[in-house]
């Protein structure tokens, strides 16, 4: 059984450009979360997602950030005009059903020069 | 979600139990207990939950007082491999909420 599947693992921007990073949830999985990990703090949520519909995004910032959850392929997590500040990890996991155990992928770095 | 509270950090021998607590005093009836844990910079790992039983799995137990107010997992032969931050947190089970909100969990040292 494969696990969540994350790429790129790595990703450099430049300031001003665009960062897509893909989330392949495990087979099975309906449910996609997206966190972000700055240097040396903790996992902050961002957003939860079902297939095509977005269910929580309390933890998005309110401007260049987006995500979906397509009915056919991975989940995205889009950022505009990347920033400095934006330079983090980011995880995402998957979960088969409404409160089941989410299980975490291995993370994509980006770093904006 | 009820909030966590979780020492800082720890040490513990190798091949010793390691036992490492979390209250959470104000935890509702409908919350669940997860753990899990952040090796180095890799995504976290899913250890075990549990709701009020205590609970064991190939990785580790958990134990949860009959107030639910607080928990221990316990890694019973603790490895270097399981140095590691550990999260304990604690989730509502209900459309809407089913987010995971971490803290800053035990930072895990297994001592040679």
């Known amino acids: 059984n494969a696990g969540v599947m994350q790429n790129p693992r790595h990703l450099v921007r430049r300031r001003g450009q665009e960062a897509r990073l893909r989330c392949s949830p495990m087979k099975g999985h309906s449910h996609v979360y997206w966190y972000r990990q700055l240097p040396e703090e903790g996992l902050k949520f961002m957003v939860y997602l079902q297939k095509e519909n977005i269910i929580d995004e309390s933890g998005m910032p309110k401007e260049r950030f987006s995500a979906e959850f397509p009915k056919e392929g991975p989940s995205i997590l889009r950022i505009q005009q990347v920033v400095r500040g934006d330079s983090a990890a980011y995880f995402c996991?998957?979960?088969?059903?409404?409160?089941?155990?989410?299980?975490f992928g291995p993370g994509t770095r980006l770093t904006v020069l | 979600d009820a909030k966590t509270t979780q020492p800082t950090s720890m040490d513990c021998a190798e091949g010793r139990a390691a036992n490492l607590p979390c209250n959470h005093s104000?935890?509702?009836?409908?919350?669940?207990v997860y753990w899990y844990r952040q090796i180095h910079s890799q995504g976290p790992q899913y250890i075990i939950h549990g709701l009020k039983n205590n609970e064991t799995n190939e990785m580790a137990s958990l134990i949860i007082t009959e107030d639910r107010k607080s928990s221990t997992l316990i890694l019973p032969h603790a490895t270097l491999r399981d140095t590691a931050v550990y999260y304990c947190i604690v989730r509502v089970e209900a459309f809407g909420n089913e987010k995971l909100t971490f803290g800053t969990g035990t930072r895990l040292t297994i001592i040679p």
């Open positions: 996991a998957s979960s088969p059903l409404m409160n089941g155990v989410p299980f």
């Open positions: 104000t935890i509702s009836g409908n919350e669940y």
